[in-house]
Structures are given as structure tokens and as C-alpha cells.
């Protein structure tokens, strides 16, 4: 069946390092693929997603590209900020008229200042 | 600006208890889901809905049911709550046809003694 990897946690980092975080994905056709943040005593806010090959996300700096070449839609942001700190969930959503989200296990990031 | 609401926050139990929580969303959304959030484990389905009075079972329904009479609002039950369901839990919804984004709620954080 469809499933997520992405990396495991937690990441420490220092404010104004490079953050990627990889998430690699298995699925049949062609699914969407997300990037979900979680900040601490929060629900899940969608950071970005792509719908097709070679599209890429972005948004508050972050960015993730759809490739599918490598089953890949790994998360990066040039310099991270003490306020990126939280649970950063991959998800890919297997289409059809149901809407249900795969998701990853989460990695947490914490950013030092 | 979209908005799905949970009943409560945080919330507190016995063992044995019947427990509601609540989720009502005002995005007119035919589809709603019932997560469960543990450490290690990310999110795992519980139920989802994708019309009034229609329910089908997730990863893991066992000890869980739902109820959906009105098409703003879903409830999960817990029948008897034990402490192996003490977990944050949370509600989302869709809107059929769109791009597969799902919609979050802030959570609630059950324990159950």
C-alpha cells in the first residue's frame, strides 16, 4: 500500500542553519504530496504541498519539490528561525473522492537561538 | 477564513467513562476525519465521513465509533475509555474536488486514568 518515510528526529539546530528534512514516499498513480506544521500545543497547518511532478512548494521560506524520479519531497529552508521550531509532518494523499491523507511519523525541530 | 473547532481542549477521564468529543466545522466540507496523534507513531485514522449519517472505519476504529447527523458536525465516542486511548486527538475536514488539503481542528489531549 501507499506509504511515507521522512526522517526521524528530533533535529537541533542552531538559528540561521539549513534545514532539510527528507520524506521519501511509495505509492501507486499519481498522488499530492504535503508538508504539515504542528507548533507546540497546536493542530496540523498545512506549510505547503504540489500536485504534480516537478512542482515545487514554498511558503515562510520554505520550500519542498515534488520528484518523482527519486519518490522524494524533501523539506529545506535556507535559515531557520527559533519560532520554526515544531513537528513537521510529510503527507501524500492517495486521491479519489475521499480526500484521506498518508502521513509521515513527524520529525520535531528545535532551533536554538 | 476556515475554521474546524473541537469541543474542548484538554480533557480528563476515568476509566470506564463515556466520552464525546466534538468537532464541528463551518466550511460547508462533506468529509471529516477523527485522528489520533501518539509519539513515534505520527497520526493514525480512526474514522472518516464523507456524508451525513455515513461513516467508514480507519486504521484503528477498534474501541472507537462516530456519529455525523448533522453535516457540520462529528462526534467520536469513546464506548468505555481506557488508558491505552489517553492520546491527543484530532479532527479534520475536505471538501470533495478540491486539492486533497485537509482542514485541521487545535486538538483535543485526552487522558484517561
Known amino acids: 500500500g501507499n506509504s511515507v518515510t521522512q526522517m526521524e528526529g528530533p533535529v537541533t539546530l542552531s538559528e540561521e542553519a539549513f534545514l532539510t528534512i527528507n520524506c521519501t514516499y511509495t505509492?501507486?498513480?499519481?498522488?499530492?504530496l504535503f508538508w504539515y506544521v504542528q507548533y507546540p500545543g497546536e493542530g496540523l497547518q498545512l506549510l505547503l504541498k504540489?500536485?504534480?511532478?516537478?512542482d515545487k512548494g514554498s511558503n515562510k521560506g520554505f520550500e519542498a519539490t515534488y520528484r518523482k524520479e527519486t519518490t522524494s519531497f524533501h523539506l529545506e529552508k535556507g535559515s531557520v528561525q527559533v519560532s520554526d521550531s515544531a513537528v513537521y509532518f510529510c503527507?501524500?494523499?492517495?486521491?479519489?473522492?475521499?480526500?484521506?491523507?498518508?502521513f509521515g511519523k513527524g520529525t520535531k525541530l528545535s532551533v536554538k537561538p | 477564513d476556515v475554521k474546524v473547532t473541537q469541543s474542548s481542549r484538554y480533557l480528563v477521564k476515568r476509566t470506564g467513562e463515556k466520552v464525546f468529543l466534538e468537532c464541528v466545522q463551518d466550511?460547508?466540507?462533506?468529509?471529516m476525519f477523527w485522528y489520533r496523534q501518539d509519539p513515534g507513531l505520527g497520526l493514525r485514522l480512526i474514522y472518516f465521513?464523507?456524508?451525513?449519517?455515513?461513516?467508514e472505519k480507519g486504521d484503528i476504529p477498534e474501541g472507537y465509533s462516530v456519529s455525523r447527523e448533522k453535516k457540520e458536525r462529528f462526534s467520536l465516542i469513546l464506548e468505555s475509555a481506557s488508558t491505552n486511548q489517553t492520546s491527543m486527538y484530532l479532527c479534520?475536514?475536505?471538501?470533495?474536488?478540491?486539492?486533497?488539503?485537509?482542514?485541521f481542528g487545535p486538538g483535543t489531549r485526552l487522558t484517561v486514568l
Open positions: 479534520a475536514s475536505w471538501e470533495a474536488g478540491g486539492y486533497n488539503e485537509q482542514f
Open positions: 503527507a501524500l494523499s492517495e486521491g479519489g473522492s475521499q480526500g484521506n491523507l498518508i
Open positions: 504540489a500536485t504534480k511532478a516537478d
Open positions: 466550511m460547508d466540507h462533506e468529509n
Open positions: 465521513s464523507y456524508d451525513v449519517k455515513m461513516k
Open positions: 505509492a501507486t498513480g499519481y498522488p499530492s
